[in-house]
């Protein structure tokens, strides 16, 4: 069999594997989000004891300073001996709390470039500081966080290529299915690959693009 | 009590790194007063202003709105009741003209979107600027954005309105619209205390102007008696100065 006819005749995995590393990309951008914003909130208005401040440096600081593939490691093979876990389920949880790690500084930042006195108005007008966060200063932070956003977004999706390490039969993995009925024929196979990675890319990216011109209001423009 | 008691600050104190800018400041406002704090920078004008809604916090003194002290545990509900308008306008930036005058009124006061559109209307109808409602404060100028940071305290329907030196940021040729708008609130009875270096403003719509120096209150008194006779020589002394350069 050629390989054009292998291709077409495995395509269809080709595109469940796609599938899996879009299910992965967006439960781990859906824990980096909610948990990376949870600790940029801890961190800017939460209480300033060290007792909470501390564990958030520490976690940020480990997360962001091994290897992604030692913490697939360390969450599939270390933690498979204490609680059953599947290799999706560790690619999610090694990758997502990772991406929390990284949001909450792009978060971070973002909450820093809304200037003080937007609090401060509305502190003024009687607005509690948890209103004022979610009506004046978050809505502002969300437009200087889509750009940064966006670059999380595109590393992580290449990074989902990296869960095969631990079994994840996501669209890399498929790749190799493929190319063991290919009698080597490699090139072409990850160039296909390669092309859906791009194309899930652009899309995504375009998609960010879109939201962040319909948020643009005169003041936040690029 | 006295029932047209509007604002009683009451020995208010405050310092920074064992420096006390405010040394015990009380004065006592009535409604319809406007009262202008006038003194070189650095004398405590905006500290006094900004301790009235603790937007800093006073070490010690009390305040009272309406015979009501404002307290740590009623902050947000008294702010509501104290209209503040800031030097730099600080309207929020991602929000139209009639979404800031009208998110407080929605988010702080309860008041249905409708009534608030209609009042957000009346109030920028004040200030003369209705038309540009949908308009982003980053498309007005700074007497336009101070304008509409004074509609948006206004429809919140304070019981008395604090101005942080409001025209100090502006160029020189649109302070003249932000102070004909004071004064048109001052004329209406409008409850009002301004720190600002307006003399012109100080002179025709103050009933009183406090003088202050070095965190006290130096002298007070009309503004016929104050430019004419200041009894205080240190208060004369920045009359002239504020003339000169006025």
Not at chain 1, 56 to 63: D, M, N, Q, S
Not at chain 1, 93 to 102: C, E, K, Q, T
Not at chain 2, 42 to 60: A, C, E, Q, V, W
Not at chain 2, 231 to 240: G, H, I, P, Q, V
């Amino acid at each position: 069999m050629d390989i054009y006819d292998v291709l077409i005749r495995d395509f269809p995995f080709l595109l469940k594997g796609l599938g899996v590393a879009i299910a992965l990309l967006f439960c781990l951008l859906v824990i980096g989000l909610f948990l990376g914003l949870a600790i940029c909130l801890i961190q800017l208005y939460g209480p300033r004891s060290r007792f909470v401040q501390w564990p958030l440096i520490v976690y940020e600081r480990i997360f962001r300073g091994i290897p992604i593939i030692i913490m697939l490691f360390i969450f599939f093979y270390g933690l498979s001996g204490v609680y059953d876990i599947s290799a999706f389920a560790a690619a999610v949880l090694a990758m997502g709390l990772r991406s929390a790690a990284y949001q909450s500084q792009i978060f971070r930042s973002a909450f820093q470039s809304v200037p003080e006195g937007q609090m401060l108005a509305a502190r003024a007008m009687g607005m509690s500081s948890s209103k004022a966060i979610a009506y004046i200063v978050l809505p502002q932070a969300i437009r200087h966080a889509i750009g940064p956003w966006t670059n999380e977004f595109s590393s992580q999706i290449k990074e989902t290529s990296l869960a095969y390490v631990i079994g994840v039969v996501e669209l890399t993995r498929q790749a190799h299915y493929i190319i063991t009925s290919t009698q080597g024929n490699v090139l072409i196979v990850f160039a296909v690959v390669a092309l859906l990675y791009f194309i899930l890319n652009r899309a995504g990216n375009s998609a960010l693009y879109a939201f962040e011109r319909k948020l643009s209001v005169p003041g936040f423009e690029k | 009590m006295d029932s047209d008691l509007v604002l009683d600050v009451k020995g208010v104190k405050k310092s920074y790194g064992g420096v006390e800018v405010l040394k015990g400041i009380s004065f006592s406002l009535h409604r319809g007063e406007t009262k202008v704090l006038i003194g070189p920078s650095g004398s405590g004008k905006s500290t006094l202003l900004r301790s009235i809604n603790h937007l800093t916090h006073p070490d010690d003194g009390k305040v009272y709105l309406k015979g009501e002290e404002v307290t740590d545990s009623n902050i947000d509900k008294m702010r509501a009741r104290i209209g503040f308008v800031f030097q730099d306008f600080n309207l929020f930036s991602h929000l139209t003209v009639l979404d800031n005058v009208r998110i407080c009124q929605i988010r702080v006061n309860g008041v249905e979107r409708d009534k608030a559109t209609r009042r957000a209307y009346e109030e920028l109808e004040r200030v003369g600027l209705s038309d540009r409602a949908d308009a982003y404060p980053a498309e007005l100028s700074g007497g336009q954005q101070q304008r509409v940071s004074i509609a948006r305290a206004l429809a919140m329907d304070p019981d008395v309105l604090l101005f942080d030196e409001p025209t100090s940021a502006l160029d020189p040729e649109l302070t003249g619209e932000v102070v004909k708008v004071m004064q048109q609130l001052a004329s209406d009875g409008m409850t009002m205390v301004v720190v600002t270096h307006e003399m012109s403003f100080a002179r025709q719509a103050a009933d009183e102007i406090i003088f202050m120096e070095k965190g006290y209150i130096v002298e007070q008194g009309d503004p016929q008696t104050l430019f004419t006779g200041a009894e205080n020589e240190r208060t004369r002394a920045f009359l002239n100065v504020i003339a000169e350069h006025g």
